[in-house]
């Protein structure tokens, strides 16, 4: 014993005097980022992040560089400051893995050339570069009574936010928008943009985010999202403030908003809801659930199969909860967003709950042209099926969902990241058909009268986690990500459907009626992990080592039962086997990869493969069939990237991928709800492979606030899998899939974007050039038909913004459109359209605003279609504003003035056209009142 307490003293006194021996320090090199002059004299400042005291500082040498020892493990800033140019800030840790901060060359730049002139508002920077991150300061810019960040944005240089919302940065469109670092329900960028107010703005931070895997490990894998963060005033973060807008219209129309946020230092709650039926569906309506997102059973990226408890239950239609513009829609949602961090940000919670129900009634008529091969051994077969079909649909879903994740830093190296989801989903779908086809000589060919319904409800569980360790070795990680899922289906329906044939001289030929209740319960669970080790083989070699394992498992009993009763008295009890089927689906998958980083200096390269082995069986519970396969996916890539500055990168790269035929496509799941068209399985299908090139370049100028955005992609697959589509003279389609082992489809686009302010009118003015196509493949009654496609495009955008004074943007171009096929090459698509959209706000005296939004399209007539399309939308408001503050405003739009929304689509291949009309919401008025309302306290909150 005595022994042990002198060894641990011994260790002890040696851990200490090795403590104390460590020397923590920063280096660099100060340079001029355009001209690459060395800065002698920079001034360097190490100052405490807690409280910014100046902990040491020191000045540049002669060739710029500068090296400051002798400090203490700890969290610091690195401002590094210049006359005459922009301050250079990075905050930073130093602990017993990091010892040492080497910056390497910080590229200083003139103000001169980031700000102008009109950027710079007495003392305050308006614009700093604190590594990868632009940083503008709200301080420099005109911020109005209650306007919002939205209003904000739009001084900012290189951003351009249009009348949706939408936000484009130095070319590039952004995806997220964070407050303080974090998400605010996580998807909607216009609930932060549209919401918060501006004067509560302290900095906007516009950089690339990277995903969690390269912000832990410092390797770029690629995967990057233009992100904005809202930082907020220290004095804005203690109170609270909302909005509430009602309105009410003619025609029935009404909607409603009401929106709470209450902010206590880092401690966020908001809560709101929406109703109405103008097409507002709520603030983030297209949650997408990672599980179960397709139809029937299917492969994902990594060759992982599943079995899906929606797309169409049992055989039937169902609802997926969007609104499309189809139908007149009766939407009610709701959310409540809470999230904090304590103890020093070693904790940190976010959790959202949503609720909504939406409504959807409305009908749709459907004119379709198919156009057959001619065949050869029956000079009399007909060519073309003209088909007209009217439908009814009513559909419902009521959805609520909970998530949460959870954040806690274990210890300085190591952090767990755990986050869950759960969702109920309740839908009822009701929908009638009623169709008939012709033949070429308008002679009846079929009819076909169908009656859904269906009742879905599903439960939905998510889970993950995500743990993180930096080992000893600076560049050396350990990362483990686990996640599990699981779906519940039940689904109950009938179908009703009388199909009847005609001959040649448009007789009664035959009569298929189908009367059936049908039934499907889905169970599907999955486990997957996914170990990644990084290890650093030289200072600009990395290696990024993962495997993976998974199981996913899914039970599927889908029932159909005729009915036996009588009218009035149905009896479903009949067991149909030939469209019923239980499946048990088992699969176990191991995955490895092995990929290499290279980093020095401005160039990054990656390349690597992913290798992933499947095994599954499938049995069919009710016929005693059975399917076993197994197959290896591989995947190479390769990715080059070039940092010429700041503002201008080159990024080009290669991948592959090999795709397995689905399970449908081998043995598929007989449905009879479209009794003229029915798929047959091939097991004989073969994998297709695809290589894929892409490359993107973009230059962004802060002085002309000029962009350029150039990116393009290519790609072909060999030994593709395609339809087979064989119709017979009764107008029934068999469809096949089929490998096609001598032909090699491809597919391009690519596309220009330059923009530019024309400083001299104080306008900006972007212009776009697109252009892609593709080379297809398909069998048409066991005849090759290759297709060729191609379109181009181009749009010139002018937009100007002076703050409480006006905004306008107009945007309008042409396109062309070039499509044909082997089979039928006398008749095509090509045609030319325009189209073009604007958006104008004015601000009058009296605190009144006028507005204007609109859209025009035309399409030509082509071979395919004998008429042109022409549609004008145009929609207008005007606002009243009260008080002082503008906080109440009274405002009357116009939807649709000219009454030319008439729910109209079309689509042409060179094989086939459709046209589709349908009930939309079409010209209305609406007088809303508007109330934003807040309550800030001052000073800053107390830290926890």
């Known amino acids: 014993?005595?022994?042990?307490?002198?060894?641990?003293?011994?260790?002890?006194?040696?851990?200490?005097?090795?403590?104390?021996?460590?020397?923590?320090?920063?280096?660099?090199?100060?340079?001029?980022?355009?001209?690459?002059?060395?800065?002698?004299?920079?001034?360097?400042?190490?100052?405490?992040?807690?409280?910014?005291?100046?902990?040491?500082?020191?000045?540049?040498?002669?060739?710029?560089?500068?090296?400051?020892?002798?400090?203490?493990?700890?969290?610091?800033?690195?401002?590094?400051?210049?006359?005459?140019?922009?301050?250079?800030?990075?905050?930073?840790?130093?602990?017993?893995?990091?010892?040492?901060?080497?910056?390497?060359?910080?590229?200083?730049?003139?103000?001169?050339?980031?700000?102008?002139?009109?950027?710079?508002?007495?003392?305050?920077?308006?614009?700093?570069?604190?590594?990868?991150?632009?940083?503008?300061?709200?301080?420099?810019?005109?911020?109005?009574?209650?306007?919002?960040?939205?209003?904000?944005?739009?001084?900012?240089?290189?951003?351009?936010?249009?009348?949706?919302?939408?936000?484009?940065?130095?070319?590039?469109?952004?995806?997220?928008?964070?407050?303080?670092?974090?998400?605010?329900?996580?998807?909607?960028?216009?609930?932060?943009?549209?919401?918060?107010?501006?004067?509560?703005?302290?900095?906007?931070?516009?950089?690339?985010?990277?995903?969690?895997?390269?912000?832990?490990?410092?390797?770029?894998?690629?995967?990057?999202?233009?992100?904005?963060?809202?930082?907020?005033?220290?004095?804005?973060?203690?109170?609270?403030?909302?909005?509430?807008?009602?309105?009410?219209?003619?025609?029935?129309?009404?909607?409603?908003?009401?929106?709470?946020?209450?902010?206590?230092?880092?401690?966020?709650?908001?809560?709101?809801?929406?109703?109405?039926?103008?097409?507002?569906?709520?603030?983030?309506?297209?949650?997408?659930?990672?599980?179960?997102?397709?139809?029937?059973?299917?492969?994902?990226?990594?060759?992982?199969?599943?079995?899906?408890?929606?797309?169409?239950?049992?055989?039937?239609?169902?609802?997926?909860?969007?609104?499309?513009?189809?139908?007149?829609?009766?939407?009610?949602?709701?959310?409540?967003?809470?999230?904090?961090?304590?103890?020093?940000?070693?904790?940190?919670?976010?959790?959202?709950?949503?609720?909504?129900?939406?409504?959807?009634?409305?009908?749709?008529?459907?004119?379709?042209?198919?156009?057959?091969?001619?065949?050869?051994?029956?000079?009399?077969?007909?060519?073309?099926?003209?088909?007209?079909?009217?439908?009814?649909?009513?559909?419902?879903?009521?959805?609520?969902?909970?998530?949460?994740?959870?954040?806690?830093?274990?210890?300085?190296?190591?952090?767990?990241?755990?986050?869950?989801?759960?969702?109920?989903?309740?839908?009822?779908?009701?929908?009638?058909?009623?169709?008939?086809?012709?033949?070429?000589?308008?002679?009846?060919?079929?009819?076909?009268?169908?009656?859904?319904?269906?009742?879905?409800?599903?439960?939905?569980?998510?889970?993950?986690?995500?743990?993180?360790?930096?080992?000893?070795?600076?560049?050396?990680?350990?990362?483990?990500?686990?996640?599990?899922?699981?779906?519940?289906?039940?689904?109950?329906?009938?179908?009703k459907s009388d199909l009847e044939t005609f001959d040649l001289q448009g007789q009664p030929a035959s009569s298929q009626i189908t009367d059936q209740l049908k039934t499907d319960n889905t169970k599907t669970s999955r486990f997957n992990t996914n170990l990644t080790y990084t290890e650093p083989l030289t200072k600009a070699l990395s290696l990024v080592l993962n495997y993976g394992f998974g199981l996913n498992n899914s039970n599927a009993d889908r029932r159909s039962f005729n009915n036996t009763g009588t009218v009035g008295n149905p009896n479903y009890t009949l067991l149909d086997t030939t469209f019923s089927n239980h499946y048990i689906f088992n699969q176990t998958s191991n995955q490895g990869g092995l990929n290499f980083n290279y980093k020095k200096g401005k160039s990054n390269l990656r390349f690597g493969t992913r290798i992933t082995n499947v095994n599954y069986k499938q049995e069919d519970e009710i016929s005693g069939n059975s399917a076993s396969r197994s197959f290896t996916n591989w995947s190479p890539q390769a990715n080059y990237s070039y940092k010429f500055s700041t503002y201008s990168s080159l990024n080009i790269g290669y991948y592959g991928n090999q795709t397995q035929p689905t399970i449908d496509q081998l043995q598929p799941i007989r449905v009879n709800t479209d009794p003229t068209n029915i798929v047959l399985g091939n097991p004989d299908l073969k994998p297709s492979f695809t290589n894929g090139f892409f490359g993107y370049y973009n230059l962004y100028k802060v002085i002309s606030d000029q962009s350029v955005w150039l990116n393009g992609n290519y790609n072909f697959t060999t030994n593709p899998i395609v339809s087979n589509v064989v119709t017979d003279n009764e107008g029934k389609s068999t469809i096949q899939a089929v490998n096609l082992s001598g032909q090699r489809q491809s597919n391009y686009n690519f596309g220009l974007d330059l923009s530019r302010k024309l400083s001299f009118i104080g306008m900006n003015i972007n212009g776009r050039l697109n252009t892609g196509g593709n080379i297809y493949y398909s069998m048409q009654n066991n005849e090759l038909n290759k297709t060729k496609s191609n379109n181009y495009s181009g749009t010139i955008g002018l937009s100007k913004y002076k703050e409480k004074k006006y905004s306008i943007f107009l945007n309008g171009g042409p396109n062309y459109t070039v499509g044909q096929s082997s089979l039928q090459p006398d008749r095509n698509n090509n045609g030319y359209g325009f189209s073009a959209d604007y958006y104008i706000n004015f601000y009058l005296p009296g605190k009144i605003q006028i507005s204007s939004d609109g859209q025009y399209q035309y399409k030509a007539a082509s071979q395919s279609f004998s008429t042109d399309f022409r549609q004008t939308i145009l929609n207008a408001s005007i606002t009243k504003a009260f008080f002082k503050s503008e906080n109440l405003k009274l405002v009357l739009r116009g939807n649709d003035l000219l009454n030319q929304n008439s729910g109209f689509t079309r689509s042409a291949s060179s094989t086939s056209y459709t046209e589709n009309r349908y009930t939309t919401i079409r010209r209305y008025y609406m007088l809303s009142v508007v109330w934003d309302f807040s309550g800030m306290g001052g000073g800053a909150p107390a830290k926890k």
């Open 1 to 495: 014993m005595k022994f042990t307490i002198t060894a641990l003293v011994f260790f002890c006194l040696c851990s200490l005097s090795t403590l104390a021996q460590t020397s923590y320090s920063v280096k660099g090199n100060s340079v001029d980022s355009v001209a690459n002059l060395k800065l002698v004299n920079t001034s360097v400042s190490i100052l405490n992040a807690k409280d910014s005291t100046l902990r040491k500082f020191t000045r540049a040498a002669a060739n710029g560089s500068f090296n400051i020892t002798n400090l203490n493990k700890g969290k610091f800033i690195l401002l590094v400051t210049y006359p005459g140019y922009a301050d250079y800030v990075e905050h930073f840790t130093l602990d017993s893995i990091k010892t040492t901060l080497n910056v390497g060359n910080i590229n200083m730049n003139l103000k001169s050339r980031l700000l102008n002139e009109v950027l710079i508002k007495g003392t305050v920077a308006a614009i700093k570069i604190k590594g990868d991150t632009t940083e503008f300061n709200a301080k420099a810019y005109t911020i109005q009574p209650n306007s919002k960040v939205e209003d904000l944005l739009k001084q900012l240089p290189g951003i351009q936010v249009d009348k949706d919302g939408k936000i484009t940065a130095q070319g590039q469109t952004v995806n997220k928008v964070l407050v303080d670092g974090e998400e605010f329900f996580g998807d909607d960028p216009t609930l932060v943009t549209k919401n918060i107010r501006g004067d509560m703005v302290d900095k906007v931070q516009l950089y690339d985010k990277k995903s969690d895997q390269a912000t832990f490990t410092g390797i770029d894998d690629g995967e990057k999202t233009k992100t904005i963060n809202i930082k907020l005033k220290e004095d804005k973060k203690n109170g609270y403030f909302g909005k509430i807008d009602a309105g009410i219209g003619t025609d029935g129309f009404y909607q409603g908003q009401g929106l709470y946020n209450k902010f206590k230092g880092k401690k966020k709650f908001s809560v709101y809801g929406t109703f109405g039926n103008t097409g507002k569906t709520g603030l983030g309506w297209n949650d997408n659930n990672k599980l179960g997102t397709g139809d029937g059973i299917q492969f994902n990226d990594d060759g992982n199969a599943y079995i899906d408890g929606g797309g169409r239950d049992g055989g039937l239609d169902s609802f997926s909860g969007r609104y499309d513009g189809q139908g007149i829609p009766v939407a009610n949602t709701g959310g409540v967003h809470y999230d904090d961090k304590w103890k020093n940000d070693k904790y940190a919670l976010n959790t959202n709950y949503k609720v909504g129900n939406l409504e959807v009634d409305g009908t749709r008529n459907n004119k379709s042209q198919q156009n057959l091969p001619p065949n050869p051994t029956d000079p009399t077969a007909n060519t073309v099926i003209d088909t007209k079909s009217d439908e009814t649909f009513n559909n419902s879903m009521f959805r609520q969902k909970l998530d949460a994740t959870y954040t806690v830093k274990l210890d300085t190296t190591t952090t767990l990241k755990v986050s869950v989801d759960g969702t109920l989903k309740n839908s009822d779908t009701h929908s009638t058909y009623n169709a008939e086809s012709r033949r070429l000589d308008s002679t009846m060919l079929n009819t076909n009268d169908r009656t859904l319904t269906n009742k879905v409800d599903q439960q939905l569980f998510n889970a993950s986690a995500f743990l993180t360790k930096k080992l000893k070795k600076t560049g050396r990680t350990l990362s483990l990500n686990v996640t599990a899922g699981a779906t519940e289906s039940k689904a109950r329906g009938f179908l």
